[in-house]
């Protein structure tokens, strides 16, 4: 691996990020603090992780921030149908926001178990 920005599930969790925060621009304003709030954060976290995990030059450390990632992946998926049922999101959103949260889902584990092998 070269940067934390050459990782694909760096790169999907960014697109993950950005529409969350398009997507979350329309909730009520009286969920501000909450479930925006939450939302964007806990996607915000994804990529965050992956990159500081990278940047600590240890497989041990990725290991540990690619499990606090893949944490994060999971709130976003709950928090997403949390927004469906409220009625906060379509349908076709909430659907469009979970296919985004799956191929990340995926790498993240196949980095887990590639990042946990070191030790083997």
Request: net charge positive; hydrophobic share 35%.
């Amino acid at each position: 691996m070269k940067g934390y920005r050459d990782l694909i599930a760096w790169q999907k969790a960014m697109v993950l990020v950005t529409e969350i925060y398009r997507m979350t621009k329309e909730f009520p304003k009286q969920e501000v603090y909450g479930l925006t709030n939450q939302l964007r954060r806990a996607s915000v976290s994804i990529p965050s992780n992956l990159a500081e995990g990278h940047g600590r030059n240890s497989r041990k450390e990725f290991h540990h921030s690619t499990g606090q990632a893949r944490g994060s992946l999971l709130e976003v998926e709950t928090q997403v149908q949390i927004a469906a049922n409220l009625g906060y999101l379509r349908a076709r959103e909430a659907t469009s926001l979970l296919d985004n949260t799956a191929e990340p889902g995926k790498i993240l584990n196949g980095l887990l178990d590639w990042s946990a092998s070191a030790g083997s």
